[in-house]
């Protein structure tokens, strides 16, 4: 299992609609998440971080299952400026090369008028 | 303004021909990574820095080598680089659980 998986996507959704991504982690250990946002060709830029109770940034959202090993973030009345690729990152807490962030390879979403 | 500066963005280089791109911080981060992205295989960690003088390899090291003399810098040297080394590579650094700080990218192309 990979340590990070992501549903590549891409999530084609009109303007307005809510958009739900899905992330796992294989590492129970784990203990800091993220999602970044990742414009064509642009370095990742961070989203926000996930907290354990849930955290909300404007229309943006996520979540935290820690007992599933699950993220989610979800996107509320989407904009054609949503349109990227997001990536969930989990922090590495255990063996070798403790403190490393791990990248899923990202959901790409576009959002159409 | 808080960032991480990498050069050049753009380099086209021959096969054999020693290069190397810089990586500059100055937000006095302790942690810095180099990440190469290919197509359907997302980021990789080539090495990382834990602090100065203090690096380790990451995924996918091989072809590189990297210094930390100075907590600003981190440069990525290929002293033999060949055409399966290219790729877009991201310089980030962070500090403590915050997430990564990139840098803008070199897109590196080896004929």
């Known amino acids: 299992r990979k340590e990070v998986e992501q549903d590549p996507g891409p999530f084609n959704v009109p303007e307005g609609a809510t958009v739900a991504f899905n992330c796992t982690y294989s590492?129970?250990?784990?203990?800091?998440f993220f999602w970044y946002r990742q414009d064509c060709r642009k370095e990742p830029k961070l989203l926000m971080s996930?907290?354990?109770s849930g955290n909300e940034d404007g229309r943006f959202t996520a979540q935290l299952n820690r007992a599933s090993q699950y993220i989610s973030l979800l996107i509320r009345d989407s904009k054609l400026s949503d349109s990227a690729t997001y990536l969930c990152?989990?922090?590495?807490?255990?063996?070798?090369?403790?403190?490393?962030?791990?990248f899923g390879k990202g959901t790409k979403l576009s959002v159409k008028p | 303004e808080a960032q991480v500066t990498q050069n050049p963005r753009y380099l086209i280089t021959v096969t054999g021909k020693k290069l190397t791109v810089t990586c500059s911080q100055n937000?006095?981060?302790?942690?810095m990574s180099w990440y190469r992205q290919d197509p359907g295989l997302g980021l990789r960690q080539i090495y990382y820095?834990?602090?100065?003088?203090?690096?380790d390899k990451g995924d996918v090291p091989e072809g590189y080598k990297v210094s930390r003399k100075e907590k600003r810098n981190f440069p990525l040297i290929l002293e033999s680089p060949s055409p399966n080394q290219t790729s877009l590579y991201f310089c980030?650094?962070?500090?403590?659980?915050?997430?990564?700080?990139f840098g803008s990218g070199t897109r590196l192309t080896v004929v």
């Open positions: 980030a650094s962070r500090q403590g659980d915050y997430g990564y700080t």
């Open positions: 590492n129970s250990a784990s203990q800091s």
């Open positions: 996930v907290y354990s």
């Open positions: 990152v989990v922090k590495k807490n255990y063996g070798g090369s403790q403190g490393n962030l791990i």
């Open positions: 937000m006095n981060h302790e942690y």
């Open positions: 820095s834990m602090n100065v003088e203090v690096t």
